[in-house]
């Protein structure tokens, strides 16, 4: 079996993909754009071969590199990152070389929230109020319908990026004078707190692995004020969730993925869907799906593209919870003193790097426990501010058990 792997060494932790695949008996073949020499020895060593481009947004070089690796393994059974980023690059490829998997037919469905919005209430799930607007005219028709306060947020964008909430006429004026010249969509401001269904769906569309997450801000307020923040998993799921989550999971026609499908819980406990993300969550949550359910789910996912099987048992032992700081902000406890009083709570720490920072924080701990106060009671370990800036952990590849 022949798979592509594109931009196979970010994120860093992504090469656990490629090590499952290649220990499956998978002909591992990796196309990026930084050099050989500098790819992680780990992720050298699960590569059959690697190709280099100079630009990978070039859709020919991408080609280029697809008729290389088809004229030497063969037929390409497989072409993934993983990462959304590169949905529609993957999309494209998969559409000129007839390979398995979302191709550009059906990319809008997961990459333009405005078609999400329309599959959200396919499935029976309520969205917010809202549309595109491609001028200030159209935003102002909006905003009159709608009433401020608005989230205004690129169509087609990735996390929070250009995400901003606009109380008034005047916030709406100077977005349009400095947005980027793409569609944004907006929509009236939703208070809740976020929760997630998320997991991994088998070539034939059957969840195979579930659960869900809560967040302690939301995404859009972390960018913005540059919060500390964390989330955690959850031992148990609210009925009405799942359900949602997996009307959701049909709706959009998940096979062979992972997913990631955010929602708002209102005050009145009503549900309201967001968007959906399909790839694994960011940041560390495909670890924290393993420490939460002692599970791999990197061979999970592995053995589904293979083997078209998942028989991993797990089970939902503990709550699992990623934590992030500032390394600019100034904290009561170091970071020696966090791992000495949270002892083997702590089952992963590492430094965050830059382009992921802004959202995940400059450093992360993941720390699990059977009991969700324990989890709350390390979050306010962590972030218990203090009288200096905390600096930096060791060196920048510095990271725990």
């Not at 754009?33 to 990978?56: G, I, K």
């Not at 218990?384 to 800036?389: D, I, Q």
Request: aromatic letters at 12%; charged letters at 25%; glycine letters at 8%.
């Amino acid at each position: 079996m022949n798979v592509v792997f594109l931009s196979p060494h970010f994120p860093p932790h992504y090469y656990r993909f490629c090590q499952r695949l290649r220990g499956n008996g998978v002909h591992v073949l990796g196309l990026g754009d930084a050099p050989y020499d500098q790819l992680a020895p780990e992720l050298r060593d699960a590569l059959t071969e690697y190709y280099r481009v100079d630009d990978m947004n070039s859709h020919d070089q991408l080609v280029r590199a697809c008729g290389y690796f088809t004229h030497r393994y063969g037929k390409l059974d497989r072409f993934e990152s993983l990462n959304e980023y590169w949905l529609e690059a993957e999309a494209r490829i998969r559409t000129d070389f007839n390979i398995p998997g979302v191709k550009t037919d059906t990319i809008a469905n997961i990459k333009l929230k405005s078609r999400m919005k329309e599959i959200f209430r396919a499935a029976g799930v309520q969205v917010a109020r809202g549309g595109v607007a491609h001028s200030l005219r159209e935003a102002r028709e909006l905003a009159a319908g709608i009433g401020y306060p608005l989230v205004a947020k690129p169509d087609n964008g990735i996390g929070a990026s250009h995400t901003c909430k606009i109380d008034d006429d005047d916030d709406l004026s100077r977005l349009f004078l400095d947005k980027p010249p793409i569609p944004f969509i907006f929509e009236e401001f939703i208070r809740g707190r976020i929760v997630t269904f998320d997991g991994l769906t088998d070539a034939q569309g059957r969840i195979v692995f579930w659960t869900s997450h809560e967040y302690s801000h939301n995404v859009m307020d972390i960018v913005q004020y540059r919060l500390n923040h964390y989330y955690w998993s959850v031992r148990e799921i609210a009925r009405d969730l799942e359900d949602a989550g997996r009307r959701c999971v049909a709706a959009f026609d998940t096979r062979e993925r992972f997913f990631h499908i955010e929602f708002f819980r209102r005050a009145d406990g009503s549900l309201m869907g967001i968007e959906v993300n399909m790839r694994p969550p960011g940041g560390a949550t495909v670890d924290m799906f393993n420490f939460a359910n002692d599970v791999d789910m990197y061979q999970g996912w592995a053995d589904i593209v293979t083997r078209g099987n998942f028989d991993l048992p797990w089970s939902r032992k503990y709550f699992c919870a990623y934590i992030g700081r500032r390394l600019d902000r100034s904290y009561t406890h170091s970071h020696e003193e966090i791992l000495a009083r949270l002892g083997e709570m702590v089952v992963h720490h590492q430094r965050i790097d830059p382009p992921s920072a802004t959202a995940m924080c400059d450093y992360g701990y993941l720390v699990r426990s059977p009991c969700l106060d324990d989890i709350h009671m390390a979050a306010k370990l962590i972030h218990a501010p203090g009288a200096e800036p905390m600096g930096w952990v060791g060196s920048p590849a510095s990271c725990g058990t």
